[in-house]
Nanobody, 121 residues
Framework: QVQLVESGGGLVQPGGSLRLSCAAS????????MGWYRQAPGKERELVAT???????NYGDSVKGRFTISRDNAKNTVYLQMNSLKPEDTAVYYC???????????????WGQGTQVTVSS
């Protein structure tokens, strides 16, 4: 089927940077959008950033100006460059892809397994 494999999480000090990557593979016909969501303990999952195949981006208010999302359509890969990290950015970050697989006519959401980002001194 479809797999989303994330990498790049870890522990970083406040003010530091991390880069997340997510590669989609499998029986993929077309990807409309890819993005990142995060969930901190005791909180709901929230939007971090999304990017369409055409390059249109959307950011959550709390990360605007600090995070940058980009995408390599040829590799079905999305990246999240996170700068000026704050302790409140600590969460599990999930990759999302809105895509269509071979044999289906509709698009559906697929999720990665999540990668932990911890911002602490």
């Amino acid at each position: 089927q479809v797999q989303l494999v994330e990498s790049g999480g870890g522990l970083v000090q406040p003010g530091g940077s991390l880069r997340l990557s997510c590669a989609a593979s499998g029986s993929i016909f077309s990807i409309y959008a890819m993005g990142w969501y995060r969930q901190a303990p005791g909180k709901e999952r929230e939007l971090v950033a999304t990017i369409t195949s055409g390059g249109t981006t959307n950011y959550g208010d709390s990360v605007k100006g600090r995070f940058t999302i980009s995408r390599d359509n040829a590799k079905n890969t999305v990246y999240l460059q996170m700068n000026s990290l704050k302790p409140e950015d600590t969460a599990v970050y999930y990759c999302n892809a809105h895509l269509r697989t071979y044999g289906r006519i509709s698009y559906a959401d697929y999720w990665g397994q999540g990668t932990q980002v911890t911002v602490s001194s």
